[in-house]
């Protein structure tokens, strides 16, 4: 049957005109490098990533939102920093709970529930902010209420993904999912510091409210996604988040793709010196215009790999591209430590971006992939929790190894043992390098 088509279309292309021919040759070409789409022709997935989508941008609403209003009360960056700090212990706990429930019971329920507390936590904070309130407990109170729904909502999300599209079309979703989420990171805090001179601190909160109303909608006509027929009834407590750890301890190629995601993040993520940087090392080009770009390169990389995922997501060598990134994200790092003109240090903070969505990619495909149906919402809780607390860890020691050290030697140095780490790693335990779809 195969080759009767295939034959059918050798024919037709054949029968091509010249004038056609090379058009359609420049489609085919352009579908191979360009955003791999494949997965928005599935109505589920459609419906799914379009809700994440309105989610990307309303949640930075609210993330500009509570540090300026913290701000605006205190007159102090280092509550500010306290308020991150207490949305952080929730957000852990709750997503491994979170992935535990996920793997319990259906999936769309667990995600209208937390969708809506979601969008019930926004709006108690534009409440407290139209009457008034100017009360620095009550914000924290209320980001770590988000910040557990969150917890919450997030492994149900990713975990839903492989039952909404097949094994080979598994990047191709995570890639789409992750440049909405880098783009959110892009236009929301824009989008929030060209509102707030127009409607004021409040309606951000409400925004991304009404949003969030959007992403409700889209989640209720998802499909049930109940526990597979096979998949043994289970409470979700300590004995199942526990059964979780012991799955990853037991399969080489999870623990591996959780590790990788670690070395690059802890030991490479050098975003608590871009001030330092912005103000020694780049001055002469502005410090606010250093800062900006700093903080924007990596993100704007990671959405150029994105755009371009067609070129890498039909990739089957899984663990290879895991490590190969990994690498390239290292070496980046290591030129940006290096660098002393600011375009080119953005080229590399670039480059770095790009090469932490392959690394995504490919480590969101292999959990979904390597992981029975019955773990994968464990596993997602597992993956939250390590994507939220890396950069973190990373600030406290990249910002002690700036102090110490200076802060371009600390970056240097760090991405150096990034590449160090991960190619010894990729040597010492074949699994990572084996594995392939």
């Given at each position: 049957m195969y080759r009767a088509c295939r034959k059918r279309v050798d024919t037709e292309s054949s029968t091509e005109s010249p004038d056609d021919a090379p058009a359609h040759r420049k489609r085919r070409g352009r579908r191979r490098w360009a955003m791999d789409t494949r997965p928005l022709r599935r109505p589920a997935y459609r419906?799914?990533?379009?809700?994440?989508?309105?989610?990307?941008?309303?949640s930075q609403l609210t993330a500009v939102a509570v540090p300026k209003q913290i701000y605006d009360i205190t007159g102090s960056s280092a509550w500010v920093g306290a308020a991150s700090l207490a949305g952080l212990l929730p957000l852990i706990v709750f997503a491994l709970w979170g992935g535990a429930v996920a793997d319990a019971m259906d999936r769309r329920k667990l995600l209208l529930i937390t969708n809506v507390g979601i969008a019930v936590t926004s709006l108690l904070f534009w409440a407290q902010a139209v009457t008034g309130t100017e009360s620095v407990a009550?914000?924290?109170?209320?980001?770590?209420?988000?910040?557990?729904?969150?917890g919450l909502n997030a492994p149900a999300r990713s975990a839903s993904v492989a039952r909404l599209v097949p094994e080979d079309e598994l990047p191709a979703a995570n890639a789409l999912g992750s440049?909405?989420?880098?783009?959110?990171?892009?236009?929301?805090?824009?989008?929030a510091g060209a509102l707030i001179p127009v409607v004021g601190l409040a309606e951000l909160y409400l925004v991304d409210a009404l949003a969030l109303c959007v992403t409700v909608w889209a989640v209720h006509r998802l499909p049930a996604l109940p526990p597979l027929a096979s998949t043994a009834p289970r409470r979700a407590g300590v004995k199942e988040i526990a059964a979780g750890f012991r799955y990853i301890a037991g399969h080489t190629v999870l623990l591996l793709s959780f590790l990788a995601d670690i070395v690059a993040m802890v030991l490479g993520m050098p975003r608590a010196l871009f001030p330092q940087l912005a103000a020694e090392t780049y001055a002469p080009w502005g410090e606010g215009l250093a800062?900006?770009?700093?903080?924007?390169?990596?993100?704007?990389?990671?959405?150029?790999?994105?755009?371009?995922?067609?070129?890498?997501?039909?990739?089957?060598?899984?663990?290879w591209m895991v490590i190969g990134s990994v690498v390239v994200w290292g070496a980046a790092v290591t030129g940006f430590g290096l660098s002393d003109s600011l375009w080119l240090a953005v080229a590399f903070l670039a480059v770095a971006g790009t090469a932490d969505m392959v690394s995504m990619v490919f480590r969101g495909a292999i959990l979904l992939s390597a992981a029975t149906d019955e773990m994968r919402g464990r596993m997602q809780g597992?993956?939250?929790?390590?994507?939220?607390?890396?950069?973190?860890l990373a600030d406290v020691l990249h910002g002690g190894a700036g102090s110490a050290f200076g802060a371009r030697e600390a970056v240097a140095g760090g991405g150096l043992l990034v590449v160090v780490v991960m190619l010894a790693l990729a040597a010492a335990v074949p699994a990572l390098r084996r594995y392939r779809v």
């Open positions: 419906r799914l990533w379009s809700s994440t989508v309105v989610t990307a941008v309303g009550v914000l924290m109170l209320l980001l770590a209420l988000q910040q557990a729904f969150w440049t909405v989420m880098q783009s959110g990171q892009i236009v929301g805090p824009l989008l800062l900006g770009l700093l903080f924007a390169a990596v993100p704007v990389g990671a959405v150029a790999g994105g755009l371009f995922s067609g070129t890498f997501s039909r990739a089957r060598r899984h663990g597992v993956f939250t929790v390590v994507v939220a607390g890396g950069p973190r």
